[in-house]
Structures are given as structure tokens and as C-alpha cells.
């Protein structure tokens, strides 16, 4: 049972071009997770994604950066026009439903995607 | 808005010993799902245990356990019998339920495993 699969683990690019990070979730999950974490910091929430829905994009910056969860295949976080301040590990989580409370615990990362760019 | 709070950047242990990580929380809300994760100089993030708010029990997994004082928000990660492999940042995170399945991170904490 395969856990939550991102790739690339390492891209690079310059400044101005376009990054794309695929994450797979968990066999079963059908809630996905963009999370950022910035050198030396914690992870940060990006975007909360169902199936065809975005639920929560409150973390994402307004322009740039769009995520999307398609009907068939991956997740999609697809950053535009990059700049050095996008350097950072971009890490997909998935659960099988809501989660807290009396809900799930269940909620994994993939291995992060490590972006750079110069 | 919640908040986690971990005021240990760094913390030393020798082989074998146990260790406590501290975690204190703030949230007005009565349901909610609080995790620790593991991250090792490989920059994976580990799933190591969750207590969620209506968990009687302290969770346990195997070595890890999760002290759960409810009255005082605090959520703490013990690591009996410590192991060389032990040495990573550790991060406490609390999702609210029906807050949009976010997590919020706080600020980790550095353990180094001593022999």
C-alpha cells in the first residue's frame, strides 16, 4: 500500500519560469494537502483539495500559484513565473476523510518536493 | 485562531534514556485532532502519533506516547528508550475539526540522540 507519492523530489528553476509538483494520495484518501515550509521553519498550510473541488485555498498566495485535484491523476501544484522566495519544500498530505475530534487521525505526508531557484 | 506553541528549540538525550518534547496548544474549540511528525535530515515528514480531543486514553505507538493534559492544552511527546535514529526536528500540529482540515504547525524541536 503505497503512502502518498510527490514528484519531482528536486526541481530547479530560474526565476521566471514555471514549476509543477504532482502528489498522488494515499490509496483510499480522497483529501489532499499543499503544505510550504520556508528554510529553518515549520510547514505552513497552503490549499485543501477534494476530488474537482478546492476547499480551502485561505494559504495560498493570491496570484502565482494555483492547485487543482483533478477527476483522474494527480494533484497539480503549479507555481508560475517563480521567484527565489519560492525556494522552499512543498509537502502533499492526504486523508481518507475530515479529521480531528471524534473524526480520523489518519493523515500522511508524502516526501515533500524541494524546489529551488536561482 | 489556534496556535501551537513549542518552546524547546533544541534538546539533548543519551542512548537509551526517555525524553519529553513539550507542546502547548490554545483553541477555544472542543473538537480537534492534535499529531506529532518526525522530520530527519532527509526532510521527510513522519507520522508518529495523534491523540484526538475526545480520546480518553493517551495515544501510544510503540516507543512514542502522547501526554494528554486537556485542562492545560498541553500535548507532550515522550520517546522512551531512545535510539541514535531518534535524532530529527519534531513537530507538534493541531487541526480543528470542521476548520477546514488544516493543520497548524508550531515551531519544532531539534533532538540530537547521544551515545
Known amino acids: 500500500n503505497a503512502g502518498v507519492m510527490q514528484n519531482p523530489r528536486h526541481l530547479v528553476r530560474r526565476r521566471g519560469q514555471e514549476a509543477r509538483l504532482r502528489c498522488s494520495p494515499m490509496k483510499g484518501h480522497s483529501h489532499v494537502y499543499w503544505y510550504r515550509q520556508l528554510p529553518e521553519e515549520g510547514l505552513k498550510f497552503m490549499v485543501y483539495l477534494q476530488k474537482e473541488n478546492i476547499i480551502d485555498e485561505s494559504g495560498m498566495p493570491k496570484e502565482r500559484f494555483s492547485a487543482e485535484f483533478p477527476k483522474e491523476g494527480p494533484s497539480i501544484l503549479r507555481i508560475q513565473q517563480v521567484v527565489r522566495g519560492d525556494s522552499a519544500a512543498y509537502f502533499c498530505?492526504?486523508?481518507?476523510?475530515?479529521?480531528?475530534?471524534?473524526?480520523?487521525?489518519?493523515?500522511?505526508f508524502g516526501e515533500g518536493s524541494r524546489l529551488t531557484v536561482l | 485562531a489556534q496556535k501551537i506553541t513549542q518552546t524547546q528549540p533544541g534538546m539533548f538525550v543519551q542512548e537509551k534514556e526517555a525524553v519529553t518534547l513539550d507542546c502547548t496548544y490554545d483553541t477555544s474549540d472542543p473538537s480537534y485532532g492534535l499529531f506529532w511528525y518526525k522530520q530527519p535530515s532527509s526532510g521527510e515528514m513522519i507520522f508518529l502519533i495523534y491523540?484526538?480531543?475526545?480520546?480518553?486514553q493517551n495515544a501510544t505507538e510503540g516507543r512514542y506516547s502522547l501526554n494528554f493534559q486537556k485542562a492545560r492544552k498541553s500535548a507532550n511527546l515522550v520517546i522512551s528508550a531512545s535510539q541514535l535514529g531518534d535524532s530529527a526536528m519534531y513537530f507538534c500540529?493541531?487541526?480543528?475539526?470542521?476548520?477546514?482540515?488544516?493543520?497548524?504547525f508550531g515551531t519544532g524541536t531539534q533532538l540530537k540522540v547521544e551515545l
Open positions: 498530505a492526504s486523508s481518507p476523510t475530515f479529521v480531528g475530534g471524534k473524526d480520523t487521525g489518519e493523515l500522511f
Open positions: 500540529a493541531m487541526v480543528l475539526t470542521g476548520g477546514g482540515n488544516k493543520l497548524t
Open positions: 491523540q484526538g480531543s475526545y480520546d480518553q
